[in-house]
């Protein structure tokens, strides 16, 4: 991978490692980069191991020190079936906005790092913004994506409702479940950055509106998620009302049976004992009079039934 080192005087400049100046500089390294350049960097071997062991979680691991800040971003996408994660270390400096590929790998980081750059002249050109802008481009497209999951919960509820049998229902939740869990954290992630750029703790910037202005957006997002999420725990109850629905149907219909069969099994069982002085077992007739009693007693079932609505 190819370092990527930009200088600010007049506009944005690429460099290479042994030329960085005291003007303003942004670079983009992968991991091995900086284990190698870290020292040109001015960055300790004590405060390179530490950035190393970080972003173990979307959780916020930033750290505030009196000249520096630094922190993890760990990268994930909206899309329902992606898998792709890669996580980013940032370290802030005065003069200094250095970006590395600390784990996975991530072309849309450096693509957005480009774009980022490419972005500012020399009239418009601010660290904070700078920053803002890189940050903002992880997220920026995401209403989108955030909406294109809506449809897919919608595109189940209404499969639920119109399909007879839904046999992938519990993959699907379980795979919409997980990926909304993801997602709130990656926006939780990105408040929690805001927040502690914002407050500037090590004064290294001269105006914060921009994460302030990031802050609202990444918060927003977050709330659509949770909105998803909540959607969600309605989609299980329908499928769930649907289920039952679909049970109490089974049964009533169950009930409807044996309640036809009921007055059979008592005329079975009545004339099945058998006793001596029965009348009916040496009557010419008893036979045909069994058989219509059994036939009158479907058929009053069958008008009780219909009067009640059960069938």
């Known amino acids: 991978m190819l370092t990527l080192i930009f200088e600010f005087t007049q506009s944005f400049k690429e460099t290479d490692i042994n030329n960085i100046s005291d003007n303003h500089t942004v670079a983009f390294l992968s991991a091995s980069e900086f284990e190698e350049y870290h020292n040109k960097l001015g960055i300790s071997d004590s405060d390179y191991k ?15 020190h009196h000249s520096y800040i630094y922190g993890t971003i760990r990268t994930t996408e909206p899309d329902i079936n992606s898998k792709n994660e890669a996580l980013i270390s940032f370290c802030f400096k005065k003069k200094l906005i250095l970006l590395i590929e600390t784990a996975g790998h991530s072309d849309k980081a450096r693509e957005y790092f480009i774009q980022s750059v490419h972005r500012f002249s020399e009239k418009k050109y601010s660290p904070e913004q700078f920053i803002a802008v890189f940050i903002d481009t992880f997220i920026r497209n995401d209403g989108a994506e955030l909406e294109s999951i809506e449809f897919g919960i919608n595109n189940i509820e209404d499969r639920i409702i119109n399909e007879a049998q839904y046999k992938n229902f519990n993959e699907e939740m379980l795979s919409y479940k997980r990926k909304l869990l993801r997602l709130r954290n990656y926006y ?8 502690v750029l914002a407050g500037n703790e090590s004064g290294i910037f001269q105006n914060t509106v921009y994460f302030r202005n990031f802050i609202r957006k990444a918060e927003r997002l977050c709330d659509d998620v949770n909105l ?16 039952d629905q679909k049970l109490n149907n089974t049964m009533k219909l169950f009930t409807v049976i044996t309640a ?3 007055p059979l099994t008592l005329i079975a069982g009545w004339y099945g004992m058998n006793f001596k002085y029965m009348p009916e077992l040496n009557w010419r007739y008893g036979y045909a009079f069994v058989i219509a009693l059994s036939i009158a007693s479907v058929i009053g079932c069958l008008i009780i039934f219909k009067r009640k609505k059960m069938i």
């Not at 530490?50 to 505030?64: A, I, P, W």
């Open 260 to 262: 036809f069969f009921s």
């Open 188 to 195: 939780e992630q990105f408040i929690d950055i805001g927040e």
């Open 50 to 64: 530490k950035y190393m062991q970080k972003g173990k979680s979307f959780r916020s691991e930033t750290e505030v």
């Open 228 to 243: 998803l999420r909540d959607g969600l725990v309605q989609l299980r109850d329908t499928y769930q009302s649907h289920l």
